[in-house]
């Protein structure tokens, strides 16, 4: 078993080393409170992170940016929150919408079935049982995935007076360039910029 362990730790690693982190910027209007930029208005209280996700699906992260979010209803009424609210602005202006569940599902879900495909033409007729068992694991695993974006994705819809909602965004992938972008809801933003780029500036 020991023999898998510095393996696994290599690829951590590199998935470490070359994963971007973004941390948002104080401004005007921005507070920082533990590497969340944070909005306040009468209506609402609006945070965000740049947080990986780290559940499956682990490809998520290979496809994705993703920004873990929270707002607070402080109004007497119900809050509408809605997906066209939010937008991603790169370094470049460019503006990236957030992906729907049902598109994510819709993009990794076939890995797992061509994997079980490929696997049983294989497979020998006397390892009928072996495929079997492979088949089981592998769909419990995406139907872990299923419910784990069900479960820590940001439900739009209507936030009850006093209440909150909190959850995971997903943006198209930032190019690797990208020293800064800014995350919009309503019109409100955040700023966010590269952490290498923060230390750099800190140095200077």
Not at 42 to 68: S, V
Not at 137 to 143: C, G, L, N, S, T
């Amino acid at each position: 078993m020991k023999r898998f362990i510095f393996p696994m730790l290599l690829l951590v690693l590199i998935f470490s080393a070359c994963t971007i982190k973004y941390v948002p910027v104080q401004t005007e209007g921005v507070t920082i409170t533990d590497d969340f930029g944070v909005n306040r208005t009468k209506a609402y209280t609006f945070a965000a992170a740049n947080e990986y996700w780290n559940r499956e699906p682990q490809e998520l992260t290979n496809y994705f940016t993703t920004f873990y979010v929270s707002i607070q209803n402080r109004k007497r009424d119900d809050l509408q929150v809605e997906m066209s609210d939010f937008g991603l602005i790169d370094q470049n202006g460019n503006q990236y919408d957030v992906v729907a569940q049902d598109y994510i599902e819709n993009l990794l879900a076939p890995r797992q079935i061509d994997y079980l495909l490929i696997n049983e033409n294989e497979k020998e007729l006397t390892d009928t049982e072996d495929f079997f068992n492979e088949q089981k694991q592998v769909m419990e695993k995406w139907r872990t995935a299923q419910n784990n974006l069900i479960t820590y994705s940001f439900h739009f819809g209507k936030i009850l007076p006093g209440a909150k909602k909190s959850g995971f965004l997903f943006f198209p992938k930032l190019e690797s360039e990208n020293a800064e972008c800014e995350l919009r809801y309503n019109n409100m933003s955040i700023k966010f910029i590269r952490l290498d780029e923060k230390k750099k500036q800190e140095k200077e």
